[in-house]
């Protein structure tokens, strides 16, 4: 098959549509005498279930939304493979997430210019990129803003059990706490969300439904990205797939890979960049010999604990009932409010598995439902899940081409649990989350009784064991393409995001982060964007 001729050349070309993408293509066609071109592989954002807020049930692990990917087996979760859900649709994993609004903490973004030698990466200039970007129901002081795309509202919706939670934590030790997006998250609390008048405020709507009004801005769904073409170490333009015919189009300055911690790294090995060993295995000419390429994969395991309880209403009762269902349904349609404006996740808690951590490493995020997995219905008996996860894991991973097609998913290897030191703050997360539900009175009268992984471990290989086995993604993949030093030559972009040995050409997303953030990672994802941006536009 032979690629078509560009007929149109732009100045950027963006790779990706999901929330730095997204924000590249607004801040970058806000020039008029600039033209970009954005490609997303999904397709657009039309689908109901994407603007409901509790829609993420049937958008993620759906072809129409997510790439489903899936790992390869994984030894620290007892070689299971599990699945590996980023969005595929305008918006990308902000169009099926969890929509919570969270920072990380200072430590994380000053960690990250201590590793690149940039001080703009620091939190004291992080914060205000924050800060420009939001809408926030608190309105504006000094440490959150009014006025930006990005809107972060409060939920509405509490949940008796969930309450109940909160004052367990707050007895076992862990301070209440009403903000945890000021720098410091220890304490355990409601989580802000991306949402308008409840419904799901995904990057699309906020950054580039508004710039697709401009005339220099040109957006292609159902574009898959075959390579990076390239003039020796240079990038010239991308060619890819659309309508089962292979098309190119041109970039004149600069080509942006903000495909994800999984497609970046997919293209640029498929493009030639990369680990030499790896390409020539699947007879890719080497254009670039770049270690780091798909090397550095960091995620947080989530260990869905579930406690049945007695004397409280939570949503698998409500969802087993037609009634109730019907009853969320017109209250929703009539009113956006109810049970179907909720986020998967509402009580949250930062803490520490263990008091030599000198800061908050592990979250929760406390659930009023229970089941074995998503798209599975919730059990038939009432339940919550605390979810916990170890936010600063040690263990590294990586993404790995399987194939020269561009069309075949790339081998995901997370290595969940492989360093000791995981391995213990997981035994130690079981052992706080049974404290905090079995050993406190604000929870004793419902009569919580733990349902997975179950009482029966109790050793610290047991645990171990039993983290292997509920142990899961909570959808935070980063760092395959990290940011570093100049010096750095194992890094694969440099501080201002510019791939190392290749011109014209940066990663902006996810993937270069050097370190993960500790919290979720959907908004520190648009702070690199809109730092990026200002980079580029300076």
Same mark, same amino acid.
């Given at each position: 098959?032979?690629?078509?001729?560009?007929?149109?050349?732009?100045?950027?070309?963006?790779?990706?549509?999901?929330?730095?993408?997204?924000?590249?293509?607004?801040?970058?066609?806000?020039?008029?005498?600039?033209?970009?071109?954005?490609?997303?592989?999904?397709?657009?954002?039309?689908?109901?279930?994407?603007?409901?807020?509790?829609?993420?049930?049937?958008?993620?692990?759906?072809?129409?939304?997510?790439?489903?990917?899936?790992?390869?087996?994984?030894?620290?979760?007892?070689?299971?493979?599990?699945?590996?859900?980023?969005?595929?649709?305008?918006?990308?994993?902000?169009?099926?997430?969890?929509?919570?609004?969270?920072?990380?903490?200072?430590?994380?973004?000053?960690?990250?210019?201590?590793?690149?030698?940039?001080?703009?990466?620091?939190?004291?200039?992080?914060?205000?990129?924050?800060?420009?970007?939001?809408?926030?129901?608190?309105?504006?002081?000094?440490?959150? !803003?009014? =006025?930006?795309?990005?809107?972060?509202? $409060?939920?509405?919706? *509490? &949940?008796?059990?969930?309450? %109940? @939670?909160?004052?367990?934590?707050?007895?076992?030790?862990?301070?209440?706490?009403?903000?945890?997006?000021?720098?410091?998250?220890? !304490?355990? =609390?409601?989580?802000?969300?991306?949402? $308008?008048?409840?419904? *799901? &405020?995904?990057?699309?709507? %906020? @950054?580039?439904?508004?710039?697709?009004?401009?005339?220099?801005?040109?957006?292609?769904?159902?574009?898959?990205?075959?390579?990076?073409?390239?003039?020796?170490?240079?990038?010239?333009?991308?060619?890819?797939? *659309?309508?089962?015919?292979?098309?190119?189009?041109?970039?004149?300055?600069?080509?942006?890979?903000?495909?994800?911690?999984?497609?970046?790294?997919?293209?640029?090995?498929?493009?030639?960049?990369?680990?030499?060993?790896?390409?020539?295995?699947?007879?890719?000419?080497?254009?670039?010999?770049?270690?780091?390429?798909?090397?550095?994969?960091?995620?947080?395991?989530?260990?869905?604990?579930?406690?049945?309880?007695?004397?409280?209403?939570?949503?698998?009762?409500?969802?087993?009932?037609?009634?109730?269902?019907?009853?969320?349904?017109?209250?929703?349609?009539?009113?956006?409010?109810?049970?179907?404006?909720?986020?998967?996740?509402?009580?949250?808690?930062?803490?520490?598995?263990?008091?030599?951590?000198?800061?908050?490493?592990?979250?929760?995020?406390?659930?009023?439902?229970?089941?074995?997995?998503?798209?599975?219905?919730?059990?038939?008996?009432?339940?919550?899940?605390?979810?916990?996860?170890?936010?600063?894991?040690?263990?590294?991973?990586?993404?790995?081409?399987?194939?020269?097609?561009?069309?075949?998913?790339?081998?995901?290897?997370?290595?969940?649990?492989?360093?000791?030191?995981?391995?213990?703050?997981?035994?130690?997360?079981?052992?706080?989350?049974?404290?905090?539900?079995?050993?406190?009175?604000?929870?004793?009268?419902?009569?919580?009784?733990?349902?997975?992984?179950?009482?029966?471990?109790?050793?610290?290989?047991?645990?171990?064991?039993?983290?292997?086995?509920?142990?899961?993604?909570?959808?935070?993949?980063?760092?395959?393409?990290?940011?570093?030093?100049?010096?750095?030559?194992?890094?694969?972009?440099?501080?201002?995001?510019?791939?190392?040995?290749?011109?014209?050409?940066?990663?902006?997303?996810?993937?270069?982060?050097?370190?993960?953030?500790?919290?979720?990672?959907?908004?520190?994802?648009?702070?690199?964007?809109?730092?990026?941006?200002?980079?580029?536009?300076?």
């Amino acid at each position: 098959m032979t690629a078509r001729p560009a007929t149109t050349a732009f100045d950027y070309v963006i790779i990706g549509a999901g929330t730095a993408g997204c924000v590249l293509a607004n801040r970058l066609s806000a020039d008029p005498g600039v033209s970009v071109l954005l490609l997303e592989a999904g397709g657009k954002d039309d689908w109901i279930w994407i603007h409901i807020p509790v829609g993420y049930l049937y958008c993620i692990g759906n072809a129409r939304t997510d790439w489903c990917y899936k790992t390869e087996p994984e030894a620290g979760l007892n070689g299971r493979s599990i699945g590996y859900p980023r969005g595929r649709v305008l918006g990308g994993s902000s169009s099926i997430n969890a929509m919570l609004y969270l920072r990380g903490q200072a430590r994380d973004y000053d960690e990250w210019a201590q590793l690149t030698g940039d001080s703009g990466w620091a939190w004291r200039h992080v914060l205000p990129i924050f800060m420009k970007a939001e809408d926030h129901w608190r309105g504006a002081d000094e440490k959150h !803003g009014e =006025g930006g795309e990005w809107r972060v509202e $409060r939920p509405k919706l *509490r &949940w008796e059990i969930l309450e %109940a @939670f909160a004052d367990a934590a707050a007895e076992a030790g862990i301070p209440k706490v009403e903000d945890f997006n000021r720098g410091d998250n220890e !304490g355990v =609390g409601r989580f802000d969300v991306n949402q $308008r008048s409840g419904v *799901r &405020w995904s990057a699309a709507k %906020a @950054f580039l439904r508004p710039a697709m009004k401009r005339p220099n801005l040109t957006v292609i769904t159902g574009a898959l990205v075959k390579k990076l073409r390239l003039e020796g170490r240079r990038v010239v333009g991308v060619e890819f797939y *659309r309508d089962h015919e292979e098309q190119y189009a041109h970039a004149r300055r600069e080509t942006i890979l903000s495909a994800g911690a999984v497609g970046s790294p997919q293209i640029l090995q498929l493009s030639g960049i990369g680990p030499g060993a790896l390409l020539h295995e699947h007879g890719i000419p080497l254009v670039h010999e770049l270690p780091g390429v798909g090397a550095n994969l960091q995620d947080h395991l989530q260990l869905r604990m579930a406690f049945k309880i007695k004397h409280a209403l939570t949503l698998n009762t409500l969802l087993g009932s037609w009634w109730h269902k019907g009853r969320m349904a017109c209250e929703y349609a009539c009113f956006k409010t109810g049970a179907m404006t909720m986020p998967p996740s509402q009580l949250g808690a930062f803490t520490r598995s263990d008091p030599s951590q000198a800061t908050p490493n592990l979250e929760y995020h406390v659930q009023p439902i229970s089941l074995d997995r998503f798209g599975e219905p919730p059990h038939r008996f009432n339940a919550f899940t605390a979810s916990v996860c170890n936010i600063r894991p040690s263990s590294r991973g990586t993404v790995n081409i399987a194939t020269p097609d561009p069309r075949a998913h790339p081998a995901i290897s997370p290595n969940y649990l492989s360093t000791a030191e995981d391995r213990q703050v997981a035994a130690d997360a079981i052992r706080l989350t049974r404290r905090i539900v079995l050993g406190t009175d604000a929870l004793k009268k419902y009569e919580p009784e733990e349902y997975t992984p179950g009482a029966g471990y109790q050793s610290p290989a047991e645990l171990i064991e039993a983290a292997g086995r509920i142990g899961t993604t909570i959808f935070h993949p980063v760092g395959t393409c990290r940011m570093g030093r100049e010096s750095d030559a194992s890094s694969v972009v440099d501080p201002q995001l510019r791939v190392r040995g290749i011109e014209r050409l940066r990663v902006i997303d996810a993937s270069v982060m050097p370190t993960i953030t500790s919290g979720n990672t959907n908004s520190p994802t648009l702070m690199i964007a809109e730092r990026a941006a200002q980079i580029m536009t300076a």
